[in-house]
Structures are given as C-alpha cells and as structure tokens.
C-alpha cells in the first residue's frame, strides 16, 4: 500500500530558527506532491506543490520544498521561522493515475517568540 | 465565495443521534472527499465520488453514509453516534488538469 511518513511528529523551534521538516513516500510511479499547513482552529491550506520540473519549488510565505526521487523525499524547509509559522503541517502525495490522495500524519510547529 | 463551504461548523449532539454534514463546492470540481481529523490531528480519507459515483470507500462503519446528488456537493449523513465519531470532519474538493486539493473549514463534531 501506498504511504507517506513524516518522522518529526512535533517540532518546537525559537523564532529565527530555520526549518526542515521531513516527508517520505512510498510510491515508485509518478507522483504530484503537496504540502498544507492547518493553522490553530482552521481548514487544511495549500503551502506549496510540486508536478514535474525543477525540484525545488516555492510556495507561499517563505516555504520551500526540494523534491529528490532517488529517495523518494519532499522535504519542506523555510530558512528563518515567525511566531506566526506555528501550525500543523502536513505532507501529501497524489498518484498521476488517480484521484486519490495520500497524506502524512502531520507535524506539529510550535514557534517560541 | 467560499470554494468549499462545509456546513454545520459546530455541530453537538447525543449518543444515538441521526446527524448529516453539508459539503458545497463552487469549483466545478469533479471529485469531491470526506476527511475525518481525530484529536490526534490524524488526517484520514474517508470517502470520495467523482462525478456523484463512489470512488473511494475505507474501512468506515456503515452508519456513515455519504450522497452525492451532484457533482457540486457531497453530504455526510451519520446515524446512530457514538463518542467515537467526535472529531473533525473535512470536506475537499479536487478537479482541473493539476489535482489540487482544496479543503472545507471543517465541522467539529462533538458526540456527548
């Protein structure tokens, strides 16, 4: 069966802190990767994608992710973190063939001012 | 406009209840999900239809019944709660030429 890991479960980092949080999956096809971010209280929020191309792609508000298929891992990173970056996050992998989509147990940031 | 509105936000009830969630999107969306997000922040698919047919179906008891009376929304009908269902359900919805994923503000059900 398809999976997606994330190891960090729960992160605390000081602000300024750079950031990496970990995602791995287990497909061997072609795969489109996400990452979201669900605030305190709020829905599940789009922070960035990836399809095909250049495997670093930028999302919203600082976040960048590198996608390297020989380990089958979508890293997010954001090198300097705010208060305001405290969140959920989660990691998701969608299969080229399909609709269905494929989601990390997330990772909670908590951002120390 | 809301793409994906998702209603009640709240929604409190007792063992045994009969409850529905509605889930609306305006995205002419094919595809459209239920998620149910425990107090863990497990994020798990439930059920999904694409073009009002059942594609996906978990292993979810039966007394969770989804509809789909068009391809623009999809309602969750829940009979017989328990304490266990108390949870966050999200609704999504997906389509286009790139599959994105866009989320519902959730409704926190909360079982007594």
């Known amino acids: 069966a398809q999976s997606v890991s994330q190891h960090n479960h729960h992160v605390i980092l000081s602000e300024a802190a750079s950031l990496e949080l970990g995602c791995n999956y287990s497909y061997g096809g072609t795969v489109n990767l996400f990452w979201y971010v669900q605030y305190p209280g709020q829905h599940l929020q789009l922070l960035l994608k990836?399809?095909?191309?250049?495997?670093l792609v930028k999302g919203i508000k600082g976040f960048e992710a590198e996608f390297i298929k020989s380990k089958f891992s979508f890293n997010l990173r954001k090198p300097s973190v705010q208060w305001s970056d405290t969140a959920e996050y989660f990691c998701?992998?969608?299969?080229?063939?399909?609709?269905?989509?494929?989601f990390g147990t997330g990772t909670s940031l908590t951002v120390i001012p | 406009d809301t793409a994906v509105s998702q209603t009640p936000k709240y929604l409190v009830t007792q063992m045994g209840n009969d409850k529905s969630i509605k889930c609306e999107q305006n995205l002419g969306h094919d595809t459209m999900y239920w998620y149910k997000q425990d107090s863990k922040k497990f994020l798990k698919i439930m059920f999904s239809?694409?073009?009002?047919?059942?594609?996906i179906n978990e292993t979810v008891p039966n007394r969770f019944s989804p509809k789909s009376p068009d391809k623009a929304h999809l309602n969750l009908h829940i009979n017989s709660l328990e304490l266990g269902d108390s949870a966050v359900y999200f609704c999504?919805?997906?389509?286009?030429?790139?599959?994105?994923?866009?989320f519902g503000a959730g409704t926190r059900l909360s079982v007594l």
């Open positions: 999504a919805s997906s389509g286009g030429f790139k599959n994105i994923q866009y």
């Open positions: 239809y694409n073009n009002k047919e059942l594609i």
């Open positions: 990836y399809f095909s191309g250049d495997p």
């Open positions: 998701a992998v969608n299969l080229n063939t399909g609709n269905q989509f494929y």
